[in-house]
């Protein structure tokens, strides 16, 4: 593949509360400690690819694999630190939306420490700006690998991807998060890779509630590409990943067992450095093996982008 890769999504500020055990309805508690990061989880995938490019199998030699990013921010605090991150991480960010009238996306994590297991709230803020009009001058036609998520509106989800399908240029599809209401309805076929975690390739198969595990995973990803995905990568947590092609049969990429602190942004970290390594190499095992060990090696740290480590 030829071009940079082009990530399209959210900016968020994380705002991270540990805690022994989670409030329930009506309970509040107290003692939680707090990690601050940059989020968003088209930015934390942008930033992932960034981090790990130099180390990119089948990249021997470069310093990092060239990320550009299209997205929203507001202008005020929120988004400092994430410019300062973009700029540090030599991310390209010349379509990225600053805007006087809205904020910053926030979330409110809560996580388990004991299990590292996590909560999102998000109030999108200017994500709900990145509309298909406003991605009219993205340069996605001139990119070698798109890849997008489901944390900005549908529209423009639906366009950038239509638009690289017609240019030729492949896309990875992280489908997160998605409900009825945010499908963006995208024609599978227009789609080289899904990575759907257990949730979320529920929701694709229209069994909403239910969630995809190990034992089902090989046929929950048969059922995808019958739909006409190119290749499908279930993301499993601590198990790993599924990886599934056409004439293939479906394999599991087991993770290496970690003491897991932390694991909000892990499914980014698996995809941004999936899409780095396939835009190097194209060899989609070798892809899926370099983004379970750098996803698993982040949720050894806290927080979301604090925990990329630079590869
Ligand atoms: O995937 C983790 C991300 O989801 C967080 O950074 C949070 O902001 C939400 O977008």
Same mark, same amino acid.
């Given at each position: 593949?030829?071009?940079?890769?082009?990530?399209?999504?959210?900016?968020?500020?994380?705002?991270?509360?540990?805690?022994?055990? *989670?409030?329930?309805?009506?309970?509040?508690?107290?003692?939680?400690?707090?990690?601050?990061?940059?989020?968003?989880?088209? !930015?934390?995938?942008? &930033?992932?690819?960034?981090?790990?490019?130099?180390?990119?199998?089948?990249? @021997?030699?470069?310093?990092?694999? @060239?990320?550009?990013?299209?997205?929203?921010?507001?202008?005020?605090? +929120? #988004?400092?630190?994430?410019?300062?991150?973009?700029?540090? /991480?030599? $991310?390209?960010?010349?379509? %990225?939306?600053?805007?006087?009238?809205? +904020?910053? =996306?926030?979330?409110?994590?809560?996580?388990?420490?004991?299990?590292?297991?996590?909560?999102?709230?998000?109030? @999108? =803020?200017?994500?709900?700006?990145?509309?298909? /009009?406003?991605?009219?001058?993205?340069?996605?036609?001139?990119?070698?690998?798109?890849?997008?998520?489901?944390?900005? @509106?549908?529209?423009?989800?639906?366009?950038?991807?239509?638009? !690289?399908?017609?240019? =030729?240029?492949?896309?990875?599809?992280?489908?997160?998060?998605?409900?009825?209401?945010?499908?963006?309805?995208?024609?599978?076929?227009?789609?080289?890779?899904?990575?759907?975690?257990?949730?979320?390739?529920?929701? %694709?198969?229209?069994? +909403?509630?239910?969630? $995809?595990?190990?034992?089902?995973?090989?046929?929950?990803?048969?059922? *995808? %590409?019958?739909?006409?995905?190119?290749?499908?990568?279930?993301?499993?947590?601590?198990?790993?990943?599924?990886?599934?092609?056409?004439?293939?049969?479906?394999? %599991? &990429?087991?993770?290496?067992?970690?003491?897991?602190?932390?694991?909000?942004?892990?499914? /980014?970290?698996?995809?941004?450095?999936?899409? #780095?390594?396939?835009?190097?190499?194209? /060899?989609?095992?070798?892809?899926?093996?370099?983004?379970?060990?750098?996803?698993?090696?982040?949720?050894?740290?806290?927080?979301?982008?604090?925990?990329?480590?630079?590869?």
């Amino acid at each position: 593949m030829t071009g940079p890769l082009l990530v399209v999504g959210s900016v968020n500020h994380d705002l991270i509360f540990r805690h022994a055990r *989670l409030p329930q309805a009506g309970e509040t508690i107290s003692g939680a400690e707090l990690f601050t990061s940059c989020g968003g989880k088209g !930015a934390n995938q942008a &930033v992932a690819a960034a981090r790990c490019g130099a180390s990119t199998p089948g990249a @021997p030699g470069r310093t990092a694999a @060239p990320v550009l990013f299209c997205g929203a921010i507001g202008n005020d605090s +929120h #988004a400092e630190a994430q410019l300062r991150t973009f700029e540090e /991480d030599e $991310i390209d960010i010349r379509h %990225l939306l600053v805007l006087d009238d809205i +904020h910053t =996306g926030l979330s409110s994590i809560w996580v388990d420490a004991g299990t590292g297991d996590n909560r999102i709230m998000n109030a @999108p =803020g200017a994500n709900r700006r990145l509309t298909a /009009d406003a991605l009219a001058e993205a340069p996605i036609e001139d990119a070698g690998l798109l890849l997008i998520q489901n944390e900005t @509106p549908a529209d423009g989800v639906r366009s950038a991807v239509g638009r !690289a399908h017609a240019a =030729g240029v492949p896309v990875i599809w992280n489908p997160a998060p998605i409900d009825e209401a945010s499908d963006p309805g995208l024609d599978p076929r227009h789609v080289a890779w899904v990575t759907p975690n257990e949730v979320e390739c529920a929701v %694709l198969l229209g069994r +909403h509630g239910e969630r $995809i595990d190990v034992e089902s995973a090989a046929d929950a990803a048969s059922e *995808l %590409l019958e739909a006409g995905y190119g290749g499908a990568v279930l993301t499993l947590g601590p198990a790993g990943v599924l990886l599934a092609e056409p004439g293939s049969t479906p394999t %599991l &990429v087991p993770a290496p067992k970690v003491d897991a602190v932390d694991t909000t942004g892990a499914g /980014d970290a698996f995809n941004g450095a999936f899409a #780095a390594a396939l835009l190097a190499s194209s /060899d989609s095992r070798q892809a899926a093996l370099f983004g379970v060990r750098y996803a698993s090696d982040s949720v050894t740290r806290h927080g979301t982008q604090t925990s990329f480590a630079r590869w």
